[in-house]
């Protein structure tokens, strides 16, 4: 009984290639984000998305694209990937935004390229 | 904005003794603060939070931490190290009035038997 789970756990592609990252929650939140986690284990908020409405953290590059089918779905899609991309990508939601609301992790994307 | 300083990247104790893992924030407003762990190769895990209720906060695993307004301080302790609390501590501040949790550039803790 995954509460937020993301898939794939392991990708390894080569640069230039477009990639998507899925993730679903069955917590019944109202708000998903996506972050990154570099090789010095900084995690750094990319997106987060509430109602439709989308935040975006302004150093993410337009090569990366949330999308959202539904309020228990929030994927992430890669375009034109670069070695620099090499990163674990986690995916989190919460009951509601704003403060004093935790967020829940997937166990994250080892993503890698080559 | 909200940001946390994790005083540490490594702390190392050994098994029984105490851990004090130290994080300091700057916030505009009322801070919502948090501690995850993050096991190796797992997803992050939460700790603890303070929502501004009581400032003594205890959680999982025997951790507690303590916020202390006049210091801006957020520390996290255990009066008792295990070999199992070896991983990676992250400190996280949100406000009231924006979706974003900050995290803290993280502190591994390294249990030596």
């Known amino acids: 009984d995954t509460a937020v789970s993301q898939t794939p756990k392991y990708l390894v592609t080569q640069m230039g290639n477009d990639k998507s990252i899925k993730c679903e929650q069955n917590l019944g939140h109202d708000t998903m984000y996506w972050y990154k986690q570099d090789s010095k284990k900084f995690l750094k908020i990319m997106f987060s998305?509430?109602?439709?409405?989308?935040?975006i953290n302004e150093t993410v590059p337009n090569r990366f694209s949330p999308k959202s089918p539904d309020k228990a779905h929030l994927n992430l899609h890669i375009n034109s990937l670069e070695l620099g991309d090499s990163a674990v990508y986690f995916c989190?939601?919460?009951?509601?935004?704003?403060?004093?609301?935790?967020?829940?992790f997937g166990q994250g994307t080892r993503l890698t390229v080559v | 904005a909200q940001s946390v300083t994790q005083l540490d990247s490594h702390v190392s104790v050994s098994e029984g003794t105490p851990v004090l893992l130290r994080c300091n924030y700057s916030s505009s407003y009322s801070p919502s603060l948090f501690w995850y762990v993050q096991h190796p190769n797992k997803g992050l895990q939460l700790l603890l939070k303070?929502?501004?209720?009581?400032?003594l906060v205890k959680g999982i695993n025997g951790f507690e931490a303590e916020f202390k307004k006049s210091e801006t301080s957020f520390h996290l302790t255990k009066p008792s190290a295990h070999m199992s609390d070896a991983a990676e501590y992250f400190c996280?501040?949100?406000?009231?009035?924006?979706?974003?949790?900050?995290f803290g550039a993280g502190t591994r803790l390294t249990v030596k038997p």
């Open positions: 998305y509430n109602n439709k409405e989308l935040i």
């Open positions: 996280v501040v949100s406000e009231w009035n924006n979706n974003d949790m900050r």
């Open positions: 989190a939601s919460s009951p509601s935004p704003g403060p004093g609301t935790e967020a829940f």
């Open positions: 303070y929502t501004s209720a009581a400032t």
